[in-house]
């Protein structure tokens, strides 16, 4: 006689958590299954949360549920960092990386990617103003002289975001930050970046943005140059109607510091197979995995070994600074952020 019964999986199973668009998650599967290839004992449970994946993160943790690895950013490490495993540092990485992924002097995650910020220009708007296009070592003076240059009545200069992720690399190429912004170079700062959109006007206000966004406005042909991200660069290769570049945050006097974000693996302490998930971690975080991630474009890697191909992202590297993050991270930013609102407006 035929049976209806089912056999049952006998493989351990080791729960990860990320999150992550559809071409990373197209990255992310055939990997698992790579990886149970080569562990036939296991098998790998993925949690994609798309959306408020923090907010979920912390009610698992909450109700004692976490997933065994979990995919976390440095901002917001210092949170879950009592209830992570501490990783051994690894040497094949940046450090700054992997300071990123430090809390208290103790590495909790094995770093996957990095980001930083650079200004990404419009050549075909260089060449139509007669603007040469900015050097490698220019300075907050040639960068507002570039950006008066390029300003018309249907262009600006240059972006304008108020948050404060995209005005931190001025407070910190002036010796300013964050955590002191009652240090004179943080106000100096803020004003020199105020006065790009409210004294010399090469920066949109907000209603002349409208409704746009400043991503927006760049593939529109509105904007010179652009603060922004690697993450825009499969959106700029696709979608830009005009030749455009990138070149190195300008310098203060302190030089060119943009602050350095990373993200990667963690081990819950509460797993109960860690051996197991610390072995989904590595394989995750080795040379040919990483080959893969960073062919979806949208990320920096992490490993020194894996070669990244703007050289503008490799120098932006040497130059960054992890972002200062403490426990009250997020209350100092929505802070500034309104403290700054009139100063912008």
């Known amino acids: 006689m035929l049976c209806g ?17 559809k071409s990373e998650v197209d990255i992310i599967k055939p990997l698992l299954a790579d990886f149970e290839k080569q562990n036939p004992d296991l098998r790998v449970e993925f949690m994609h949360i798309p959306q408020n994946y923090f907010q979920k993160i912390h009610l698992l943790f909450a109700s004692n549920t976490a997933p065994d690895v979990i995919f976390i950013n440095n901002l917001h490490l210092p949170v879950y960092a009592d209830f992570l495993e501490e990783i051994s540092r690894r040497d094949e990485y940046y450090p700054q990386a992997l300071d990123a992924l430090s809390y208290n002097e103790k590495l909790y995650a094995v770093p996957r990617d990095v980001s930083n910020l650079v200004v990404f220009y419009n050549k075909d708007l260089f060449d139509k103003k007669g603007v040469s296009y900015p050097a490698a070592d220019w300075t907050f003076d ?9 300003t018309d009545e249907n262009t600006f200069g240059v972006s304008f975001e108020e948050d404060p992720l995209f005005y931190l690399p001025y407070l910190m190429s002036n010796g300013g930050g964050f955590y002191e912004m009652e240090k004179q170079e943080s106000k100096d700062a803020i004003q020199f970046y105020a006065d790009l959109r409210k004294k010399y006007h090469v920066a949109p206000l907000k209603a002349e943005s409208a409704s746009a966004t400043m991503g927006q406005m760049f593939l529109q042909g509105r904007l010179g140059m652009y603060i922004s991200g690697h993450w825009m660069i499969p959106k700029l290769t696709e979608d830009a109607e005009f030749e455009w570049d990138a070149v190195q945050f300008p310098k203060g006097t302190k030089g060119s510091i943009v602050p350095l974000d990373a993200s990667g693996w963690a081990v819950a302490k509460s797993s109960k197979h860690k051996s197991e998930a610390i072995k989904l971690v590595d394989f995750l975080s080795s040379k040919e995995s990483s080959e893969k991630f960073k062919t979806s474009g949208l990320i920096v890697s992490a490993r020194k070994d894996v070669k990244e191909s703007s050289k503008v992202f490799a120098d932006a590297i040497k130059t960054s600074i992890p972002t200062p993050v403490k426990s009250d991270y997020r209350e100092m930013l929505d802070k500034i952020k309104k403290d700054n609102e009139a100063v912008y407006n």
Request: hydrophobic share 35%; glycine share 4%.
């Open 5 to 21: 019964c089912s056999q049952k999986d006998e493989r351990t199973a080791v729960q990860f958590a990320s999150w992550g668009s």
């Open 142 to 150: 040639d960068f507002l002289k570039t950006a008066q240059k390029l």
